[in-house]
């Protein structure tokens, strides 16, 4: 039987009291705050990286991608999202497919 991986690193943070009362039913805490890293990771905005800020290049990057794109919402999610303004919008994508 092959030997169990051992976690080798620990990390720690701070909580406020009210966070505390808010997991302290759940049965596993630490998969439980490791999921929801994993998932706040995977919902970054991939050009801050989830900071919120862009530096000085990022907003120039941000700048030129502007000029062809724009945002607006979603007619059924009511959420932001970056269309073109480039030629005319398809109604169909296969997955993968750019939107430009």
Do not use: Y
Request: hydrophobic letters at 35%; glycine letters at 6%.
């Amino acid at each position: 039987m092959p030997a169990k991986k051992r976690k080798t690193d620990i990390i720690t943070f701070k909580a406020e009291a009210s966070l505390l009362e808010a997991i302290k039913g759940v049965p596993n805490r630490s998969a439980f705050i490791r999921s929801a890293i994993l998932a706040a990771l995977d919902s970054a905005c991939p050009v801050c990286g989830g900071t919120g800020v862009l530096s000085a290049n990022q907003m120039r990057h941000w700048e030129a991608f502007a000029e062809d794109h724009a945002l607006e919402e979603c007619r059924k999610c009511h959420e932001v999202r970056v269309v073109c303004s480039k030629g005319t919008r398809r109604k169909a994508r296969r997955p993968g497919r750019r939107t430009c």
